[in-house]
Protein backbone atom coordinates (compact mmCIF):
# COMPACT_ATOMS: atom_id res chain seq x y z
CA UNK A 1 0.00 0.00 0.00
CA UNK A 2 1.10 3.50 -1.09
CA UNK A 3 1.18 6.00 2.29
CA UNK A 4 2.22 9.70 1.99
CA UNK A 5 3.74 11.55 4.83
CA UNK A 6 3.97 15.52 4.74
CA UNK A 7 6.12 17.56 7.40
CA UNK A 8 7.08 20.80 7.30
CA UNK A 9 3.92 23.02 8.38
CA UNK A 10 3.53 25.73 10.39
CA UNK A 11 2.78 29.38 11.59
CA UNK A 12 5.17 32.61 9.64
CA UNK A 13 4.52 36.05 9.50
CA UNK A 14 3.05 37.48 5.59
CA UNK A 15 5.74 37.52 3.34
CA UNK A 16 7.67 34.91 5.05
CA UNK A 17 8.86 31.57 4.00
CA UNK A 18 8.13 28.00 4.60
CA UNK A 19 9.53 24.08 2.81
CA UNK A 20 6.93 21.23 3.08
CA UNK A 21 7.99 17.90 2.60
CA UNK A 22 6.39 14.54 1.29
CA UNK A 23 7.97 11.01 1.61
CA UNK A 24 6.26 8.36 -0.66
CA UNK A 25 6.56 4.94 0.39
CA UNK A 26 6.60 3.56 -3.03
CA UNK A 27 5.88 4.14 -6.66
CA UNK A 28 3.88 1.64 -8.40
CA UNK A 29 4.21 3.21 -11.80
CA UNK A 30 8.58 4.94 -12.63
CA UNK A 31 6.26 7.26 -14.91
CA UNK A 32 4.20 9.30 -12.20
CA UNK A 33 2.35 12.62 -10.90
CA UNK A 34 2.76 13.92 -7.82
CA UNK A 35 1.70 17.40 -6.09
CA UNK A 36 0.20 19.25 -3.46
CA UNK A 37 -3.54 20.53 -2.61
CA UNK A 38 -4.98 22.94 -0.02
CA UNK A 39 -7.66 23.50 2.27
CA UNK A 40 -8.84 26.51 4.02
CA UNK A 41 -11.47 26.34 6.69
CA UNK A 42 -15.35 26.64 4.86
CA UNK A 43 -13.65 26.14 1.66
CA UNK A 44 -13.35 23.41 -0.80
CA UNK A 45 -9.82 21.36 -1.43
CA UNK A 46 -8.09 23.32 -4.53
CA UNK A 47 -4.88 21.86 -6.42
CA UNK A 48 -1.91 24.15 -5.89
CA UNK A 49 1.03 22.86 -7.46
CA UNK A 50 1.80 19.64 -9.24
CA UNK A 51 4.79 17.81 -11.14
CA UNK A 52 5.72 14.79 -12.94
CA UNK A 53 8.81 12.06 -12.33
CA UNK A 54 9.68 13.24 -16.17
CA UNK A 55 9.70 17.30 -14.54
CA UNK A 56 7.13 18.83 -15.72
CA UNK A 57 5.06 21.12 -13.58
CA UNK A 58 1.89 23.50 -13.13
CA UNK A 59 0.99 25.86 -10.84
CA UNK A 60 -2.29 27.94 -9.38
CA UNK A 61 -2.58 30.95 -10.33
CA UNK A 62 -2.86 31.92 -7.19
CA UNK A 63 0.59 30.77 -6.13
CA UNK A 64 2.60 30.89 -9.12
CA UNK A 65 6.00 32.65 -9.22
CA UNK A 66 6.05 32.38 -5.59
CA UNK A 67 5.79 28.64 -4.73
CA UNK A 68 8.38 25.60 -6.26
CA UNK A 69 7.51 22.38 -6.02
CA UNK A 70 10.16 19.63 -6.69
CA UNK A 71 10.45 15.63 -7.05
CA UNK A 72 13.26 13.50 -5.87
CA UNK A 73 12.45 10.52 -7.69
CA UNK A 74 15.72 8.57 -5.99
CA UNK A 75 14.25 9.98 -2.79
CA UNK A 76 10.40 9.02 -3.05
CA UNK A 77 9.97 12.74 -2.16
CA UNK A 78 8.16 15.79 -2.98
CA UNK A 79 8.96 19.63 -1.81
CA UNK A 80 7.14 22.35 -1.95
CA UNK A 81 9.18 25.83 -1.33
CA UNK A 82 6.90 28.49 -0.29
CA UNK A 83 7.72 32.11 -0.45
CA UNK A 84 6.19 35.74 0.20
CA UNK A 85 3.78 33.71 1.66
CA UNK A 86 0.23 35.29 2.35
CA UNK A 87 -2.64 35.54 4.96
CA UNK A 88 -4.84 33.73 2.42
CA UNK A 89 -2.32 31.08 1.75
CA UNK A 90 -3.37 29.45 5.28
CA UNK A 91 -4.69 26.18 5.08
CA UNK A 92 -4.38 22.28 5.68
CA UNK A 93 -1.92 21.49 2.84
CA UNK A 94 -1.91 17.79 1.56
CA UNK A 95 0.11 15.95 -0.63
CA UNK A 96 -1.17 13.59 -3.28
CA UNK A 97 -0.03 11.05 -5.83
CA UNK A 98 -1.68 9.93 -8.99
CA UNK A 99 -2.51 6.35 -8.76
CA UNK A 100 -1.86 5.24 -12.34
CA UNK A 101 0.90 5.88 -15.02
CA UNK A 102 0.89 9.66 -14.58
CA UNK A 103 2.59 12.21 -17.45
CA UNK A 104 0.85 14.92 -17.30
CA UNK A 105 0.62 17.33 -14.11
CA UNK A 106 -2.37 18.62 -14.80
CA UNK A 107 -4.12 14.85 -14.34
CA UNK A 108 -3.22 15.22 -10.79
CA UNK A 109 -5.28 18.63 -10.55
CA UNK A 110 -8.41 18.04 -12.42
CA UNK A 111 -8.92 13.93 -11.63
CA UNK A 112 -11.17 12.60 -9.17
CA UNK A 113 -10.11 12.72 -5.87
CA UNK A 114 -10.41 8.74 -5.23
CA UNK A 115 -8.00 8.64 -7.88
CA UNK A 116 -4.95 9.64 -5.78
CA UNK A 117 -3.30 8.60 -2.44
CA UNK A 118 -3.71 10.92 0.20
CA UNK A 119 -1.58 12.17 3.04
CA UNK A 120 -2.78 13.17 6.43
CA UNK A 121 -2.00 16.99 5.79
CA UNK A 122 -0.13 19.75 7.44
CA UNK A 123 -1.15 22.76 9.04
CA UNK A 124 -0.11 26.23 7.29
CA UNK A 125 -0.36 29.67 8.88
CA UNK A 126 0.33 32.77 7.74
CA UNK A 127 -0.89 35.62 10.35
CA UNK A 128 0.84 38.66 11.97
Known amino acids: QVQLMESGGGSVQPGGSLRLSCTVS????????MGWFRQAPGKEREGVAA???????IYADSVRGRFTISQDNAKNTLTLQMDSLKPEDTAMYYC??????????????????????WGQGTQVTVSS
Open 26 to 33: KFMYTVNC
Open 96 to 117: AAYRGLCRRADLLLTNPEEDNY
Open 51 to 57: STSEGGV
